[in-house]
């Protein structure tokens, strides 16, 4: 069977030290405007998710298994985003994403602070190369119609 490689921008990123240090492997195009839509998006799925949790105030064994269930929820929501290859409970070593880190943050919070400027950085690269392609296309049109550039 002949080959068909084709580039799609997928770029990998170990998270906290890749899988020989605990963590793992995220791939993705950063420049790909469906990942940034869908990750502008999980934004506030995440924020009514953490706003449910935290509006059933449960205690004791209650409380970790709604913990439990929303850790679950919100990885699927990220999986639905970057792809279904990118396992995030074990890029975190199993940690859950409402947990609280080392800096007082949620862990859920500093993944997002990881991942922002990446996506941001895609998605500016991306519409530079759009505007890049209209002014290529304007151009080409004038030299069309024997307009000097």
């Known amino acids: 069977m002949e080959q068909l490689t084709i580039d799609t921008g997928l770029r990998e990123y170990a998270v906290n030290g890749g899988p020989e240090h605990g963590g793992g492997v995220l791939r993705f195009n950063p420049s790909d405007p469906n990942v940034y839509s869908r990750f502008c998006t999980l934004q506030n799925q995440l924020q009514e998710l953490e706003q449910q949790v935290q509006a059933q105030s449960p205690t004791g064994t209650d409380a970790i298994q709604l913990l439990a269930q929303a850790d679950q929820r919100a990885k699927g929501l990220l999986a639905e985003v970057f792809g279904p ?7 975190l070593g199993g940690t859950n994403l409402l947990a609280i880190a080392g800096n007082g943050e ?5 993944l ?18 759009k505007a890049t392609l209209a002014v290529q296309q304007a ?8 307009v000097q550039v």
Do not use: H, K, S, Y
């Open 106 to 110: 949620r862990v859920i919070t500093n």
């Open 139 to 146: 151009q080409a049109a004038r030299a069309a119609r024997g």
């Open 85 to 91: 290859g990118n396992d995030f409970d074990a890029m």
């Open 112 to 129: 997002f602070a990881a991942l922002q400027p990446i996506l941001e950085a895609g998605a500016r690269q991306c519409a530079d190369a």
